[in-house]
C-alpha cells in the first residue's frame, strides 16, 4: 500500500467537510439511525447478555461446570456473533441509504440471504483479522481502515465476502487512506471523550457508520473529490 502525500490540505478539508456532513445527517435522521442500530447492534448485544448469563447459571448449577463455563455459555455467545454478523449488511445498507438522502424502513435491516451470509462470513474474518491485530494497536487500526467499506460493497454491489474485502482494501489505497483516518480517528476520539455518557458512544457510532457511508458514495465516485482528481477514480474503474 503506497501513500501519497500529494493534496495534503484538500484532502483534509474534504475529511473535514465529511465529518460536519456526517453529523448533520446523524441529527436529520437521529431516530431512523437509532432504530436500525438497535436493531442490528444493540439489541442483539443485550439479548446476548442476557443468554450468556443464562447460559452460564445452566453451566454452573445443572451441567456442574466448575467457573460456569459450557455449552450454553457457548451457545449464548455464538448468539451474539452470528447475529451481529448477519445484521453487519442491513446496518450498512441504512447508513448509505442515509448517506445518500433515500428514506429508510426499519426492514431494511433485513437484506438478502445471499448478503446476509456474506456480511456474517465477512464480518467474521475482518473481526478476527482486526482483533488479532489490535494487540499491536497500529496493525489493527490499519486493518480497520482497509476494510472499513466492506459492507457498502456488500448491500450495493452484491459483492461475495472475499471480493467485498479485496475491494474494499483496494479502493482505500493511495491518497484516500489518510483522510479516512483522519474521519476514524475523530470519531473514536469523540466517543471515547463521551464515554461517560451512554448515549454519546452509541451516537458517534452512528454519526461514524454515515461518515463511512459518505466515504463509500461520494468519495469513490464523485469525480470533484480531490482524490479522484488525483486518478483515483480511473483506477477504481479498472
Known amino acids: 500500500m503506497a501513500f501519497e502525500l500529494t493534496n495534503v490540505k ?79 449488511a442491513g446496518w450498512a445498507k441504512i447508513a448509505l441509504k442515509v448517506a445518500r438522502g433515500i428514506p429508510t424502513k426499519a426492514s431494511d435491516v433485513i437484506c438478502s440471504p445471499g448478503q446476509m451470509l456474506s456480511g456474517l462470513i465477512a464480518c467474521a474474518i475482518t473481526a478476527s483479522l482486526i482483533g488479532m491485530g489490535w494487540w499491536l494497536i497500529i496493525p489493527g487500526f490499519l ?25 474494499s482494501w483496494h479502493a482505500t489505497d493511495n491518497s484516500i487512506f489518510i483522510p479516512m483516518a483522519v474521519v476514524s480517528l475523530a470519531f473514536l476520539g469523540l466517543s471515547a471523550a463521551s464515554g461517560f455518557l451512554i448515549i454519546g458512544p452509541v451516537i458517534c457510532n ?33
Open 143 to 167: 486493518l480497520a481502515i482497509k476494510w472499513q467499506l466492506v459492507p457498502y460493497f456488500i448491500v450495493d454491489q452484491n459483492c461475495g465476502p472475499i471480493e467485498a474485502m479485496k475491494r
Open 206 to 238: 452512528m454519526a461514524l457508520a454515515v461518515a463511512s457511508a459518505i466515504i463509500y458514495a461520494r468519495w469513490l465516485t464523485d469525480e470533484e473529490a480531490p482524490f479522484n482528481k488525483s486518478g483515483l477514480l480511473e483506477e477504481h474503474d479498472e
Open 10 to 88: 484538500e484532502n483534509s478539508i474534504y475529511a473535514v467537510g465529511t465529518i460536519k456532513d456526517a453529523w448533520i445527517l446523524t441529527a436529520k435522521n437521529f431516530f431512523p439511525l437509532f432504530i436500525g442500530w438497535f436493531l442490528t447492534l444493540g439489541g442483539p448485544l443485550m439479548v446476548t447478555a442476557v443468554l450468556t448469563l443464562t447460559g452460564v447459571g445452566i453451566d454452573k448449577l445443572l451441567l456442574h461446570f466448575p467457573k460456569g463455563g459450557g455449552p450454553f455459555t457457548l451457545i449464548g455467545l455464538m448468539f451474539g456473533v452470528i447475529a451481529i454478523g448477519c445484521f453487519w
